[in-house]
């Protein structure tokens, strides 16, 4: 149980374009969603939180109407790099709890995003 | 802020032995400390999770301990496996916003040499 989707596993666009990434959790329902990003040899950052049909929360430095986060249903989440920047090839990672209390986040398999 | 510290070198150790990972933060005692696998190009896959009153949980060959004293965690692999080897994340807990949020350290990889 608790497994968590991305959608694509890969994409590579051309600067200026926006990307659409997509995360389910497949066999739960996820009150609360996390998008983080990683660069090589780097830890998690956490970029935003949010929760089921409300705005999302974005850490400092991250810039919301440059990642735009849409929590539609307790199944899904989607991420979207607008007007994207060789800078922003990284690897995308969401998660899923069940409550704003869980503990343990179930993650999916990360998107990589390379911006040519 | 929190800042974690995990070991950046590499771990190389040979089958069968055990392999112990370090976890250092500096600030405050997180109420509960997780360590997670990521094979490359993964995303993190939860292994064990352990709370700021306990010292000590086991799950089959995996061990975790917690020293709240030292701010310190040290993950354990006993009997290493080959397919052990992989990077391994500790992450704390803090509350920001209403919600549980994780901070996690850049991973110590381990390399098990058959």
């Known amino acids: 149980g608790a497994v968590v989707s991305q959608h694509p596993s890969w994409v590579i666009c051309k600067s200026g374009t926006s990307v659409k990434i997509e995360c389910r959790s497949l066999d739960f329902q996820a009150t609360t969603m996390f998008w983080y990003r990683q660069f090589p040899k780097q830890s998690l950052m956490l970029m935003a939180t949010s929760n089921e049909g409300s705005k999302a929360t974005y850490e400092q430095g991250v810039e919301k109407d440059k990642f735009l986060i849409n929590h539609a249903s307790l199944t899904l989440s989607t991420l979207t790099v607008t007007s994207a920047h060789p800078e922003d090839s990284s690897f995308y990672i969401c998660?899923?709890?069940?409550?704003?209390?869980?503990?343990?986040?179930?993650f999916g398999p990360g998107t990589r995003l390379l911006v040519l | 802020s929190q800042k974690i510290e995990q070991n950046s070198e590499a771990l190389n150790i040979q089958e069968g032995k055990t392999a112990t990972l370090t976890c250092n933060y500096t600030n405050y005692s997180p109420a509960y400390l997780q360590w997670y696998r990521q094979d490359p190009g993964r995303g993190p896959v939860f292994l064990l999770l352990?709370?700021?009153?306990?010292k000590e949980k086991r799950k089959e060959r995996l061990k975790v301990t917690f020293d709240t004293t030292l701010k310190q965690s040290l993950f354990h692999i006993t009997a290493s496996q080959p397919a052990d080897s992989a990077t391994y994340l500790c992450a704390l807990d803090y509350i920001s916003g209403g919600y549980n949020k994780l901070i996690f350290g850049a991973g110590t990889r381990l390399a098990v040499h058959p």
């Open positions: 352990i709370r700021e009153n306990e």
């Open positions: 998660s899923a709890s069940e409550s704003v209390y869980q503990e343990t986040q179930y």
